[in-house]
Structure formats: C-alpha cells, structure tokens
C-alpha cells in the first residue's frame, strides 16, 4: 500500500502561483507514476499533470501545459505541482495520485490509479 499526503493548496488571486507537494511513503518502490488530478464541484475528475518514477518522463492536460510543472525527488519520495498564471477555472480539489506497476493504463485516467491522497483545496479568484 502506498500512502499519499498532499499540501500546500490554498487561495490566491487569478495570475498567481501557487506549489502543492505530495508526500509518500509506504510500499513506493510499486508506483510506476505518480501524478495530479483535479475535481471541480459537479465535473469529473481529471488527470492534471503525471511523472513516471524511473525515466522521468512528464504528461500534462492540455489546459495546463506551460503553466504547470510536475517534478518529483525520489530520495525523499515526494511529488509537486509548481502552479503558476492561475485561472478561475483551475480552481478544484487537487488530489495526488500514484499507480502501480502491475496495474498498467494511463497515469491520467483516474479508472486507473490505485492509491489516492485525500486532496487539497486549491481557490483562484478572478
């Protein structure tokens, strides 16, 4: 089992920045990738931005890209999301994600994503 403990969410003004950090701990070493993902009151979640463990490799939602950096330290097993140009519409719940080798999919589809944070409040105002 892998545990997931996000911080660092909270309000900011349109334009703003703000970093989440996600803390892990547990049976690390079975996350293929860890990543981000958003849930707006009355929408779906969505897949914000993931990074596998081993080569690094960076996915990133469409409406984040070059606004959004996901970065990890594996010595420390920790994931953050460095947010900035913030809009109203990335106002959400952000919950930290991991998913196992074993379970193969997408690192963005939350269907297949076996380990969840329990979130944090991220408020962007216009």
């Known amino acids: 089992v892998v545990q997931l403990v996000e911080s660092g969410g909270g309000s900011v003004q349109a334009g703003g920045s703000l970093r989440l950090s996600c803390a892990a701990s547990?049976?690390?070493?079975?996350?293929?990738?860890m990543g981000w993902f958003r849930q707006a009151p009355g929408k779906q979640r969505e897949g914000v931005a993931a990074?596998?463990?081993?080569?690094?490799?960076?996915l990133y939602v469409d409406s984040v890209k070059g606004r959004f950096t996901i970065s990890q330290d594996n010595a420390k097993n920790t994931v953050s999301l460095q947010m900035n140009n913030l809009k109203p519409e990335d106002t959400a719940m952000y919950y930290c994600?991991?998913?196992?080798?074993?379970?193969?999919?997408?690192?963005?589809?939350?269907?297949?994503?076996?380990?969840w944070g329990k979130g944090t409040l991220v408020t962007i105002s216009s």
């Open positions: 994600a991991a998913r196992s080798f074993t379970s193969g999919g997408s690192c963005l589809n939350w269907r297949d994503i076996d380990y």
């Open positions: 547990g049976a690390t070493d079975r996350a293929a990738c």
């Open positions: 990074i596998y463990r081993v080569s690094g490799r960076t």
